[in-house]
Nanobody, 118 residues
Framework: QLQASGGGLVQAGGSLRLSCAAS????????MGWYRQAPGKQRELVAA???????NYADPVKGRFTISSDNAKNTVYLQMNNLKPEDTAVYYC??????????????WGQGTQVTVSS
């Protein structure tokens, strides 16, 4: 249901752009976002955007990451600039989807590795 792409290896200070497309039975998408999980740590919210295009960001990424969406394509993007080694993690796409009126599902993508070298 969620296909993520765009991870990779980059030097500190560099940029990457993640994409995540939702497909399948979708009546409406309420929210899409990105979480990350570093080794030995819990999964944490990075950024999310609602269907009304209201974004929110975790404090560590404010001013460096930008989340955006293309509602016509059911796709969310995460532009990551000025990357730091502490941004290294597996990044997971998440979507809260109304499959039909009254049936809301929470989907996760397969995860994409982001590695930032110092």
């Amino acid at each position: 249901q969620l296909q993520a792409s765009g991870g990779g290896l980059v030097q500190a200070g560099g940029s990457l752009r993640l994409s995540c497309a939702a497909s399948g039975s979708i009546f409406s998408i309420k929210r899409m976002g990105w979480y990350r999980q570093a080794p030995g740590k819990q999964r944490e919210l990075v950024a999310a955007i609602t269907s009304g295009s209201y974004p929110n960001y975790a404090d560590p990424v404010k001013g460096r990451f930008t989340i955006s969406s293309d509602n016509a394509k059911n796709t969310v993007y995460l532009q990551m600039n000025n990357l730091k080694p502490e941004d290294t993690a597996v990044y997971y796409c998440n979507a809260i989807v109304d499959v039909k009126p009254g049936l809301r599902m929470n989907y996760w993508g397969q995860g994409t590795q982001v590695t930032v070298s110092s």
